[in-house]
């Protein structure tokens, strides 16, 4: 099965766990104009070379062998030259150094080179913030949704889901920070994917996993009672929109079964007390889970 990032646009991400995130996904999708200007400005900041952007990091030697080409030849103009005896020469690569003559085997995303790095594979939304220039540069990726009923963060969500069968992994970043309105909201959306998609944080055989990370935060949704690892010491916040919604806690500092959920507030900065926590729910509800 394969995974696939959402990237918003609130903050992105400057900490290595959801820059890695990124790096590993199988699909990237960009929430419109101004998500896909910051996945540009910052994805060699993420990749450790443009020839690695669209590879497999395990199971061939092809990148093994780009990672290690400085150190074999002294010189970008070296990689290109002819050795005393030998064929034509070899291509190089704007960076400079040499590439092989052939790569025999599978490369999925190879097609997502461009320009020395990896591109999204679509950006979805209104397209209300894409630039003349992105719309020229950009026009095979762009997936416009002219619909207003859903944001771009949903948006891209359900296009993930008609498009890329094979994910069982969604990770969405960015999508916090800056207005704080976008932030509620998208934190909010988390609770529909679980309840209409079965969607939520909690790993099961046939649903989707589906968590929202950012540099300080993981948040997910959940629908029934369960239980997690956490790891003792970690702050533990817990919100629902259902006032009728009881949950009895294990593993937290302070019980929550007497916690009305009438606002935001009274379930949060709780406190792992154990590296488990189980939550038990008096009925199948909608609640959001933040973890820092």
């Not at 690569?93 to 003559?101: M, T």
């Not at 209300?128 to 990726?141: I, M, T, Y």
Request: some cysteine; proline content about 6%.
């Amino acid at each position: 099965m394969s995974s696939a990032v959402i990237i918003g646009g609130g903050d992105f991400p400057r900490k290595e766990y959801p820059r890695e995130l990124i790096r590993r996904a199988d699909y990237i999708v960009c929430c419109d104009g101004h998500a896909l200007s910051a996945f540009m400005r910052n994805r060699s900041r993420i990749f450790d070379s443009p020839a690695q952007a669209a590879l497999p990091s395990e199971g061939h030697t092809l990148p093994t062998f780009m990672r290690n080409r400085s150190r074999i030849f002294d010189s970008p103009a070296q990689a290109a030259l002819p050795q005393e005896g030998s064929g034509p020469a070899a291509k190089t690569l704007p960076a400079g150094g040499r590439l092989p003559d052939a790569v025999v085997g599978d490369l999925p995303n190879a097609e997502t080179l461009h320009a020395g790095g990896r591109l999204p594979d679509a950006v979805v939304g209104d397209m209300d913030s894409v630039s003349a220039r992105q719309l020229s540069e950009f026009s095979s990726l762009l997936v416009k949704v002219e619909e207003q009923d859903d944001n771009d963060q949903t948006k891209a969500f359900n296009h993930i889901l008609r498009s890329y069968p094979d994910v069982d992994t969604i990770h969405i970043v960015a999508a916090t920070g800056k207005r704080e309105c976008h932030t509620i909201g998208n934190m909010g959306l988390l609770m529909e994917y679980a309840r209409k998609h079965g969607a939520c944080g909690i790993p099961s055989e046939g649903c989707i996993y589906v968590d929202m990370v950012s540099d300080y935060s993981t948040i997910f949704a959940i629908t029934d009672s369960c239980g997690f690892f956490v790891g003792e010491g970690r702050q533990v916040s817990l919100f629902s929109p259902d006032n009728s919604l009881t949950i009895k806690s294990e593993g937290l500092a302070w019980q929550t079964s007497g916690v009305v959920f009438d606002n935001w507030w009274p379930a949060s900065l709780n406190r792992a007390t154990a590296d488990f926590v189980k939550l038990t729910f008096s009925h199948p509800s909608a609640a959001l889970v933040i973890l820092d």
